[in-house]
């Protein structure tokens, strides 16, 4: 999942890192193929190289030293708004067919569960070039429908980003824990490649909805050894890839 998520990092690219598994791509892709990316966080922290070492929230003092700015929320959102952040990594409790996210609330057999919310993820999904979500793979985080829309994907299909004047972006892929999912023209996922070992029954049996493929389906490029190594480099006690 983190090499996948670092290949959607372009070199030059302006992009909203965030936390967790997104943290180790952007490392990752500056080490291989996108050294000249630049990575947002929601905290103000503008970077031009990745932190020293590794953190645990977007505040530890690492990801300060050598920042190439420090600035607040405001300043980095408003590059969101000016249309100048290229890629956006997001996570979610649930992901539906268009690429919608729930991180709001969700209903299981004990009833409702609050969540923690939109963050900056709503703004990350609206207003980004494109944006990515990681999440585990299974009927229950990826429904037919989402529960509460926090942030918005394709809404229900075609047209609907421009009809609701959001001017650009939308999803571009859903990295699973088995698959990588992509978004047509018609703004509904299809499974685009398996990761190595998977197999396509168990995909198609694990999402909520009768997910297509491509008929080009493939499987997922492995990771390089330079991928393998800048991961293990940097999250040496495998803290978030464990």
Request: charged share 20%.
């Amino acid at each position: 999942m983190v090499a996948c998520a670092a290949r959607e990092i372009h070199d030059g690219e302006v992009v909203f890192v965030g936390m967790r598994l997104p943290l180790i791509a952007f490392v990752v892709a500056k080490r291989t193929h996108a050294p000249n990316a630049t990575g947002l966080f929601e905290n103000g922290v503008i970077r031009s190289t990745p932190a020293p070492e590794l953190i645990y929230t977007m505040a530890d003092p690492p990801n300060i030293l050598g920042a190439t700015q420090c600035l607040d929320m405001l300043g980095v959102m408003s590059l969101l708004q000016s249309g100048r952040v290229h890629l956006g990594f997001l996570g979610a409790a649930e992901v539906d067919r268009f690429g919608n996210l729930n991180s709001t609330e969700v209903r299981g057999p004990k009833g409702l569960t609050r969540l923690p919310g939109s963050g900056g993820a709503c703004d990350i999904a609206s207003l980004a070039q494109r944006f990515v979500v990681l999440l585990e793979h299974s009927k229950l985080r990826l429904p037919e429908r989402v529960s509460y829309v926090t942030s918005p994907g394709n809404g229900d299909g075609l047209g609907w980003r421009q009809r609701k004047g959001l001017p650009r972006g939308g999803p571009v892929a859903a990295i699973t824990t088995k698959a990588v999912l992509r978004f047509g023209d018609d703004g509904e996922a299809y499974l685009a490649s398996l990761h190595p070992g998977v197999r396509l029954d168990d995909v198609l049996a694990n999402t909520g909805w009768k997910l297509r493929v491509a008929d080009d389906v493939t499987q997922t490029p492995e990771p390089s050894p330079q991928e393998l190594k800048a991961i293990r480099e940097y999250d040496k006690e495998g803290f978030w890839t464990t």
